[in-house]
């Protein structure tokens, strides 16, 4: 079953607005990782926050933990048009060592 | 530059025939992972190798064969008996310690 479940499924604001993601996981979490993924492109990482970190920040990306409700979100503040892309959430379980298991991702679109 | 490439970017396979997918990286990293991505689906791990000459299943390795010869390179074999293959196949590595994955820019496979 999917680790990590990302919600919404798509969202669409206009630029300048800010974009919330939010990512539910079932299991225990060494660290859970935000990626974005351009159409037809891999994935680039974003950001990396640790079980024991309950936010992080990186230029216009903040992102938050909560593991006594297994979940997190991303959120992109002044967003741009070249924000749109799909994000995901990715966990690496306390037993599943350096393997990450990734939800179906946010489609976010940016209109200008 | 320091990266993982995949080749082909394309690659079309008649019904019954094998294929190979290649991954190279020279980022030093010692793990390697292969995943298979459907349209507006997340990532679902096909095999993955923590070590040269070492290599587990993931979650949908049936129909799938790897090997990892060498620490720069992870191929992916899809065999005739992937009665589903035509998907976008993601290739990524990571180190020991940053935990963050470093994604190849992805094969689309297509059965025709």
């Known amino acids: 079953s999917q680790q990590g479940e990302e919600d919404p499924q798509a969202l669409s604001i206009q630029e300048g607005e800010n974009a919330t993601m939010n990512c539910s996981y079932k299991?225990?979490?060494?660290?859970l990782q935000w990626y974005r993924q351009n159409s037809g492109r891999g994935l680039v990482h974003l950001i990396l926050?640790?079980?024991?970190?309950r936010e992080k920040h990186s230029g216009r990306l903040r992102v938050t933990l909560d593991t006594s409700k297994k979940s997190s979100s991303l959120l992109i503040t002044a967003s741009r048009a070249a924000d749109t892309a799909s994000y995901f959430c990715a966990t690496d379980g306390e037993t599943s060592g350096s393997r990450l298991t990734f939800g179906e991702g946010t489609q976010l679109t940016v209109n200008p | 530059d320091g990266g993982i490439t995949q080749s082909p970017k394309y690659l079309f396979r008649k019904e019954g025939q094998n294929v190979t997918l290649s991954c190279e990286q020279n980022?030093?990293?010692?793990?390697m992972y292969w995943y298979r991505q459907d349209p507006g689906q997340g990532l679902r791990l096909i095999y993955y190798s923590q070590i040269v000459n070492d290599f587990q299943k993931g979650d949908i390795a049936e129909g799938y064969s790897v090997s990892r010869e060498k620490k720069e390179s992870f191929p992916l074999t899809v065999t005739s008996a992937q009665k589903n293959p035509t998907a976008f196949y993601l290739c990524?590595?990571?180190?020991?310690?940053?935990?963050?994955?470093?994604f190849g820019s992805g094969t689309r496979l297509t059965v025709v």
């Open positions: 980022l030093n990293h010692d793990a």
């Open positions: 926050i640790r079980s024991n970190e």
């Open positions: 299991t225990s979490i060494n660290n």
């Open positions: 990524a590595s990571t180190g020991l310690i940053w935990g963050g994955y470093t």
